[in-house]
Protein backbone atom coordinates (compact mmCIF):
# COMPACT_ATOMS: atom_id res chain seq x y z
CA UNK A 1 0.00 0.00 0.00
CA UNK A 2 1.59 3.39 -1.25
CA UNK A 3 1.68 6.02 1.70
CA UNK A 4 0.25 9.27 1.55
CA UNK A 5 0.90 12.31 3.87
CA UNK A 6 -1.77 15.19 4.17
CA UNK A 7 -0.93 18.40 4.70
CA UNK A 8 -3.88 20.93 5.55
CA UNK A 9 -3.35 24.34 4.59
CA UNK A 10 -4.56 26.85 7.54
CA UNK A 11 -2.03 29.57 7.67
CA UNK A 12 -4.29 32.23 5.86
CA UNK A 13 -4.96 35.42 7.58
CA UNK A 14 -8.45 35.23 7.16
CA UNK A 15 -8.91 38.75 5.98
CA UNK A 16 -12.18 38.20 4.14
CA UNK A 17 -14.00 36.19 7.03
CA UNK A 18 -13.04 39.78 9.07
CA UNK A 19 -10.71 38.18 11.34
CA UNK A 20 -8.85 40.33 13.94
CA UNK A 21 -7.26 37.69 16.18
CA UNK A 22 -6.18 33.89 15.91
CA UNK A 23 -8.78 32.63 17.64
CA UNK A 24 -11.18 34.52 15.26
CA UNK A 25 -9.92 33.42 11.98
CA UNK A 26 -12.37 30.98 10.05
CA UNK A 27 -10.51 27.65 10.28
CA UNK A 28 -10.36 27.79 14.00
CA UNK A 29 -13.96 28.76 14.33
CA UNK A 30 -16.67 26.53 15.12
CA UNK A 31 -18.62 24.47 12.80
CA UNK A 32 -21.50 23.02 14.82
CA UNK A 33 -19.46 22.48 17.75
CA UNK A 34 -15.95 21.85 16.01
CA UNK A 35 -13.27 23.63 14.56
CA UNK A 36 -13.47 23.95 10.79
CA UNK A 37 -9.84 22.50 10.27
CA UNK A 38 -10.67 19.56 12.94
CA UNK A 39 -13.30 18.83 10.72
CA UNK A 40 -11.03 19.00 7.87
CA UNK A 41 -8.36 16.64 9.44
CA UNK A 42 -10.64 14.25 10.81
CA UNK A 43 -11.66 13.11 7.39
CA UNK A 44 -7.88 11.80 6.56
CA UNK A 45 -7.36 10.90 10.44
CA UNK A 46 -8.23 7.09 10.02
CA UNK A 47 -7.14 6.47 6.73
CA UNK A 48 -5.19 3.22 6.71
CA UNK A 49 -2.83 4.60 3.55
CA UNK A 50 -2.40 7.81 5.65
CA UNK A 51 0.80 7.68 7.10
CA UNK A 52 1.80 11.28 7.89
CA UNK A 53 -0.19 14.60 9.13
CA UNK A 54 0.90 18.12 8.70
CA UNK A 55 -0.94 21.17 9.63
CA UNK A 56 0.47 24.94 8.40
CA UNK A 57 -0.59 27.61 10.89
CA UNK A 58 1.03 31.46 10.47
CA UNK A 59 3.86 31.79 12.65
CA UNK A 60 2.06 34.13 14.78
CA UNK A 61 -0.68 31.47 15.29
CA UNK A 62 1.69 28.66 16.60
CA UNK A 63 1.70 29.17 19.99
CA UNK A 64 -1.68 29.86 20.76
CA UNK A 65 -3.08 26.76 17.98
CA UNK A 66 -0.16 24.61 20.16
CA UNK A 67 -1.93 25.04 23.82
CA UNK A 68 -5.57 25.40 22.24
CA UNK A 69 -5.27 22.18 20.01
CA UNK A 70 -2.58 19.95 22.21
CA UNK A 71 -5.07 17.35 22.89
CA UNK A 72 -6.60 16.45 18.98
CA UNK A 73 -2.96 16.85 17.76
CA UNK A 74 -1.25 14.74 19.87
CA UNK A 75 -4.59 12.42 19.31
CA UNK A 76 -4.51 12.34 15.52
CA UNK A 77 -1.09 12.70 15.55
CA UNK A 78 -0.68 15.72 13.48
CA UNK A 79 2.56 17.99 13.14
CA UNK A 80 2.57 21.59 13.11
CA UNK A 81 4.31 23.75 10.93
CA UNK A 82 4.63 27.19 10.26
CA UNK A 83 3.58 28.98 7.56
CA UNK A 84 5.41 31.29 5.19
CA UNK A 85 4.48 34.80 3.32
CA UNK A 86 2.36 33.03 0.91
CA UNK A 87 0.45 30.03 0.52
CA UNK A 88 3.25 28.19 -1.60
CA UNK A 89 5.78 28.80 1.27
CA UNK A 90 3.65 27.73 3.70
CA UNK A 91 2.74 24.28 1.43
CA UNK A 92 6.79 24.27 0.82
CA UNK A 93 7.37 24.78 4.67
CA UNK A 94 5.27 21.27 5.12
CA UNK A 95 6.90 19.39 2.18
CA UNK A 96 10.75 19.83 4.23
CA UNK A 97 9.11 17.81 7.02
CA UNK A 98 7.90 14.94 4.96
CA UNK A 99 9.15 11.14 6.21
CA UNK A 100 11.23 9.52 4.15
CA UNK A 101 8.63 6.50 3.67
CA UNK A 102 6.02 8.65 2.00
CA UNK A 103 5.06 8.36 -1.78
CA UNK A 104 2.18 10.80 -2.62
CA UNK A 105 1.35 14.04 -0.59
CA UNK A 106 -2.11 15.26 -0.29
CA UNK A 107 -2.44 18.70 0.10
CA UNK A 108 -5.77 20.36 1.40
CA UNK A 109 -7.70 23.45 2.24
CA UNK A 110 -8.19 23.62 6.39
CA UNK A 111 -11.00 25.45 5.40
CA UNK A 112 -12.98 22.75 3.65
CA UNK A 113 -14.39 21.07 6.21
CA UNK A 114 -17.08 18.63 4.44
CA UNK A 115 -14.77 16.62 2.21
CA UNK A 116 -15.87 12.81 2.79
CA UNK A 117 -14.21 10.03 2.49
CA UNK A 118 -15.66 8.68 -0.96
CA UNK A 119 -14.38 11.95 -2.59
CA UNK A 120 -11.09 11.04 -1.26
CA UNK A 121 -11.06 7.87 -1.90
CA UNK A 122 -11.81 8.59 -5.83
CA UNK A 123 -9.41 11.17 -6.02
CA UNK A 124 -6.45 9.18 -4.14
CA UNK A 125 -7.08 6.31 -6.87
CA UNK A 126 -6.96 8.70 -9.87
CA UNK A 127 -3.07 10.14 -7.89
CA UNK A 128 -2.15 6.39 -8.14
CA UNK A 129 -3.00 6.15 -11.45
CA UNK A 130 -1.75 8.95 -12.85
CA UNK A 131 0.78 10.69 -10.14
CA UNK A 132 -1.42 13.88 -10.39
CA UNK A 133 -4.86 14.12 -9.92
CA UNK A 134 -7.26 17.16 -8.44
CA UNK A 135 -11.40 17.55 -7.74
CA UNK A 136 -12.75 20.16 -9.89
CA UNK A 137 -16.37 20.92 -10.39
CA UNK A 138 -17.73 22.46 -14.00
CA UNK A 139 -18.42 26.72 -13.79
CA UNK A 140 -22.29 26.89 -14.00
CA UNK A 141 -22.90 30.47 -13.90
CA UNK A 142 -22.36 32.90 -16.88
CA UNK A 143 -19.03 34.60 -16.17
CA UNK A 144 -19.21 38.52 -16.63
CA UNK A 145 -15.48 40.24 -16.77
CA UNK A 146 -15.72 43.71 -14.60
CA UNK A 147 -13.75 47.09 -15.23
CA UNK A 148 -14.87 50.00 -13.49
CA UNK A 149 -18.02 48.14 -11.92
CA UNK A 150 -19.03 47.39 -15.53
CA UNK A 151 -18.97 44.26 -17.35
CA UNK A 152 -16.41 44.29 -20.11
CA UNK A 153 -17.00 40.93 -21.83
CA UNK A 154 -19.07 37.87 -21.05
CA UNK A 155 -16.50 35.22 -20.96
CA UNK A 156 -17.29 31.55 -22.23
CA UNK A 157 -17.94 29.13 -19.21
CA UNK A 158 -17.28 25.69 -21.65
CA UNK A 159 -14.15 23.72 -19.97
CA UNK A 160 -13.86 26.52 -17.04
CA UNK A 161 -13.48 24.40 -14.04
CA UNK A 162 -13.42 25.45 -10.44
CA UNK A 163 -10.45 23.78 -8.77
CA UNK A 164 -11.11 21.90 -5.34
CA UNK A 165 -8.81 20.20 -2.66
CA UNK A 166 -7.45 17.72 -1.62
CA UNK A 167 -4.87 17.74 -4.64
CA UNK A 168 -2.79 15.04 -4.79
CA UNK A 169 0.94 13.86 -6.27
CA UNK A 170 3.60 12.05 -6.63
CA UNK A 171 6.14 13.10 -3.66
CA UNK A 172 9.08 13.33 -6.47
CA UNK A 173 6.72 15.13 -8.37
CA UNK A 174 5.30 18.21 -5.99
CA UNK A 175 9.03 18.20 -4.80
CA UNK A 176 10.53 18.86 -8.06
CA UNK A 177 7.25 21.36 -8.84
CA UNK A 178 8.08 23.73 -5.44
CA UNK A 179 11.80 23.35 -6.33
CA UNK A 180 11.24 25.01 -9.79
CA UNK A 181 8.36 27.18 -9.21
CA UNK A 182 10.46 30.35 -9.30
CA UNK A 183 9.01 33.93 -9.34
CA UNK A 184 5.18 31.81 -10.07
CA UNK A 185 3.06 33.13 -7.65
CA UNK A 186 0.56 29.99 -7.52
CA UNK A 187 -2.75 29.77 -6.00
CA UNK A 188 -2.57 26.24 -6.07
CA UNK A 189 -0.16 23.30 -6.10
CA UNK A 190 -1.47 21.92 -10.01
CA UNK A 191 -0.31 25.25 -11.02
CA UNK A 192 3.16 24.66 -9.99
CA UNK A 193 3.31 21.15 -11.25
CA UNK A 194 1.48 22.40 -14.67
CA UNK A 195 4.44 24.45 -15.05
CA UNK A 196 6.56 21.21 -14.86
CA UNK A 197 4.51 20.03 -17.95
CA UNK A 198 3.62 17.14 -16.40
CA UNK A 199 -0.85 16.53 -16.89
CA UNK A 200 -2.88 17.07 -13.79
CA UNK A 201 -5.94 14.68 -13.94
CA UNK A 202 -9.54 16.09 -12.92
CA UNK A 203 -11.60 14.38 -11.29
CA UNK A 204 -15.42 15.62 -10.97
CA UNK A 205 -15.59 16.69 -7.43
CA UNK A 206 -18.71 17.72 -5.61
CA UNK A 207 -20.61 21.31 -5.37
CA UNK A 208 -20.62 20.49 -1.38
CA UNK A 209 -17.08 20.76 -1.10
CA UNK A 210 -16.84 24.59 -0.31
CA UNK A 211 -14.37 26.13 1.17
CA UNK A 212 -15.30 28.62 3.70
CA UNK A 213 -13.88 31.95 2.81
CA UNK A 214 -16.46 34.14 4.47
CA UNK A 215 -19.54 34.62 7.60
CA UNK A 216 -22.26 33.62 5.08
CA UNK A 217 -19.63 30.48 3.71
CA UNK A 218 -19.16 29.12 7.52
CA UNK A 219 -23.10 29.91 7.88
CA UNK A 220 -23.79 27.46 4.70
CA UNK A 221 -21.40 25.06 5.78
CA UNK A 222 -23.69 24.57 8.75
CA UNK A 223 -26.40 23.79 6.90
CA UNK A 224 -24.75 21.64 4.34
CA UNK A 225 -23.38 19.15 7.13
CA UNK A 226 -26.74 17.51 7.27
CA UNK A 227 -26.83 16.46 3.22
CA UNK A 228 -23.56 15.15 3.19
CA UNK A 229 -23.21 11.35 2.60
CA UNK A 230 -23.12 9.06 5.72
CA UNK A 231 -20.23 6.70 6.01
CA UNK A 232 -18.77 4.72 8.06
CA UNK A 233 -16.48 5.79 10.95
CA UNK A 234 -16.64 9.53 9.31
CA UNK A 235 -17.25 10.45 13.23
CA UNK A 236 -15.73 12.83 15.34
CA UNK A 237 -12.33 12.12 16.51
CA UNK A 238 -12.66 13.77 20.10
CA UNK A 239 -9.56 12.49 22.28
CA UNK A 240 -11.64 12.52 25.49
CA UNK A 241 -14.93 11.86 24.43
CA UNK A 242 -17.06 8.95 23.35
CA UNK A 243 -16.71 9.30 19.73
CA UNK A 244 -12.92 8.39 19.68
CA UNK A 245 -13.97 5.35 22.14
CA UNK A 246 -16.26 4.35 19.70
CA UNK A 247 -13.42 4.65 16.99
CA UNK A 248 -10.97 2.96 18.83
CA UNK A 249 -13.13 -0.54 19.14
CA UNK A 250 -14.15 -0.69 15.65
CA UNK A 251 -10.15 -0.29 14.27
Not at 37 to 43: G, N, T, V, Y
Not at 93 to 107: E, G, K, P, Q, T
Not at 191 to 209: R, Y
Request: charged share 25%.
Amino acid sequence: MSAFAVILAAAGRSSRFGSTAPRDRKVFRELNGRAVWLRSAEAFANREDVKQMLVVVSPEDEDWFREKFQPNLAFMEIDVVAGGAERADSVDNALSCLRDDIDFVAVHDAARPLIVTSWIDTIFDEALRSGAAIPAVPISSTLKRVSGGNIEETVPRSSLYAAQTPQVFRRDLLLDAYAQRGELTSTDDAQLVEQLGHPVAVVTGSPLNIKITTQDDLQMAAALLDVLPKEKNLEALHPFGDDSLDWLKQS
